[in-house]
């Protein structure tokens, strides 16, 4: 599956999913894929209310989930399962159990610096399933520091291809924001793309066209910028991966793999 291909099918289902149809038709659209994914919509709108599939797909929350009140606690940014979690070790992570990569070419040479950081620290995979809710927030107050945008082949993220397929995550286009927390420790969340997900949206920089016509990476820099925990940070158009990357001693998580979180979920402590 080369990337004109995945591209071409991410595009065409794109269209599909933004298009809006007569309210009638969209009905059906939006009601069988919620029968179809098993969608739990009791904390979002009727389905019928959504003018697109892909309104749906990004929908929002009625009612935001209330954070935890120890400010200490580090929360679940998402909707997902978690398919692996663990310590980085010799710059290598895993995509899944037996399957690793280095997180130098995930990262890309803007970000060689944080590479040093995060060693012997802890790494997270959140998978958005595509009934999952799309929208990823802030898991601890962070300031960003810098985002590069890496375009790339846009194959699923899925679990036969977690397993087969070598260096999965670094042939995907994908999006790396590097931060620091309170206490100047380096924080790297990685934003993978994947077959059908029309485009991954980042609140605080407009700039970024996912899943175009962009050969060459794309480097941003920012100064005062903080979101806190908690805080809509953007969405993907439909599911797809979220990787987090901790510099040693900065938490002590507390997940299972193949544990389904929630958003606002604790996920351990921020030491």
């Known amino acids: 599956m080369n990337k004109h291909f995945t591209s071409v099918i991410s595009n065409q289902f794109g269209k599909f999913a933004s298009k809006e149809f007569s309210p009638k038709i969209q009905t059906f659209i939006n009601k ?20 697109s599939l892909n309104k749906l797909f990004t929908r929002a929350f009625e009612t935001v989930p209330a954070l935890p009140k120890d400010e200490d606690a580090l929360i679940s940014g998402v909707d997902a399962l978690i398919t692996d979690a663990g310590t980085i070790t010799d710059g290598k992570a895993y995509q899944i159990k037996g399957m690793s990569y280095n997180i130098e070419d995930l ?11 995060v060693e012997g ?10 009934k ?17 945008h890496i375009p790339g082949k846009l194959y699923p993220v899925n679990f036969p291809l977690l397993r087969n397929k070598q260096n999965l995550f670094i042939e995907n286009e ?5 931060c ?63 990787l987090t990357f901790s510099q040693k001693g900065s938490i002590f998580p507390d997940v299972a793999v193949n544990q389904k979180v929630n958003f606002t979920d604790i996920l351990g402590k921020i030491l």
């Open 174 to 178: 994908r999006v790396i924001i590097e």
């Open 121 to 130: 620290g802890e790494y997270m995979n959140f998978y958005l399933s595509p």
């Open 32 to 51: 069988s894929y919620v029968k179809l994914m098993g969608l739990d919509m009791s904390a979002f709108k009727n389905p019928r209310e959504y003018p």
């Open 180 to 242: 620091e927390d309170h206490k100047g420790r380096a924080q790297v969340l990685v934003l993978v793309g994947a077959l059908n997900v029309g485009k991954m949206l980042v609140t605080f920089e407009k700039e970024i066209q996912t899943n175009s016509d962009i050969r060459e990476p794309k480097h941003y820099k920012y100064n005062n910028l903080t979101l806190k925990r908690g805080e809509l940070f953007g969405w993907f158009e439909m599911g797809s991966t979220i």
């Open 132 to 148: 999952d809710y799309h929208r990823y927030h802030m898991p601890m107050t962070l300031k960003i520091l810098s985002l590069t």
């Open 107 to 117: 990262f890309g040479k803007n970000h060689t610096k944080a590479v040093a950081k």
